[in-house]
């Protein structure tokens, strides 16, 4: 039996991966900073509620605790995320950025990813297939954005794009740390959900389809990489 967490799954991609996940016969523990949101997700999945706010300390090794109590984890799904937006629902840019907004973006995304990992490494230590998936970003890519011939090229934000850049980095090393572990960052590609004010092209079913895919990669699978639905991503 494999036991899965996924952080901000009480919606958009991390609900999709819940729901697959528990189809595909997985403990899914769907984590979520808001209790009645993330019960009412779990009773309609048929998988367990987390209370599990990402940018809070007590609550993440809480959480920890409650899942070391349920008998472990296999698999950690780093995926609750946001995109801070600033005046007029804008995205942050280079001529606009603050550091609070920069500092705001990256307590959930980049510090939570690094306070969730470490509070639920010591048991998936103890998984005999342990397997971390970071969802990071299209926008996370330094070759696409520097490229002038790819479209990603023309995205002007600042904090969300870093943030993510910042999640590839942390696969890097944490993969190279936990050899035993199948540690990889994905992109989901351009999906309508709340992040983006649901003007996404894809449908979660579809943005969830690398999620899933490598969450449920066997010992001999890749670690260390960052992919998308049709291969490897130049970083
Ligand atoms: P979403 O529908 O807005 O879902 C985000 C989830 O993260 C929600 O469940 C939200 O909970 C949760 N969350 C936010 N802050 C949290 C915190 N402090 N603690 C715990 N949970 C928290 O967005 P989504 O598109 O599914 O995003 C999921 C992941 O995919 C994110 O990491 C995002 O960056 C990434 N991604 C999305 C796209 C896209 O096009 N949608 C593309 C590439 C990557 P609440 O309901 O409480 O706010």
Redesign the pocket.
């Known amino acids: 039996m494999t036991t899965t967490l996924i ?8 609900f999709e991966t819940a729901r697959r996940l528990v189809a595909a016969g997985h403990t899914v523990y769907v ?4 209790a009645e ?1 993330g019960r009412r997700a779990a009773e309609q999945l048929g998988a367990r509620f987390l209370h ?4 809070d300390d007590a609550s993440v090794e809480a959480a920890a605790k409650a899942v070391e109590a349920g008998g472990g984890l296999d698999v950690l799904i780093n ?5 801070t937006r600033g005046e007029g629902n804008s995205v942050p840019t280079a001529a606009t950025v603050t550091a609070a907004q920069m500092r705001n973006t990256f307590e ?2 980049v510090f ?1 990813v690094v306070r969730v990992t470490h509070a639920f490494l010591p048991l998936l230590e103890r998984s005999a297939t342990p397997v971390v998936v970071n ?4 926008l996370a890519s330094l070759t696409h954005l520097s490229d002038p011939d790819h479209p990603a090229h023309f995205y002007p934000g600042v904090a969300y794009p870093a943030s ?1 850049t910042t999640v590839n980095m942390l696969t890097v090393q944490y993969a190279k740390a936990f050899p035993s572990m199948r540690i990889n960052a994905v ?5 309508k ?4 004010g649901n003007t ?1 092209v894809q449908t979660v079913e579809e ?1 969830a389809e690398i999620i899933v895919r490598m969450a449920q990669v066997g010992p001999d699978g890749p670690t260390g990489g960052y992919f998308d639905a049709k291969g490897a991503l130049p970083w």
Not at 79 to 83: C, D, K, L, T, Y
Request: net charge negative; hydrophobic share 25%; charged share 20%.
């Open positions: 952080t901000g799954a009480n919606k958009g991609l991390g984590g979520a900073r808001d949101r599990l706010d990402v940018t995926n609750a995320g946001i995109e959930t995304n939570g969802v990071s970003s299209g993510k992109e989901p590609g351009f999906t959900t709340d992040l983006n996404g943005g």
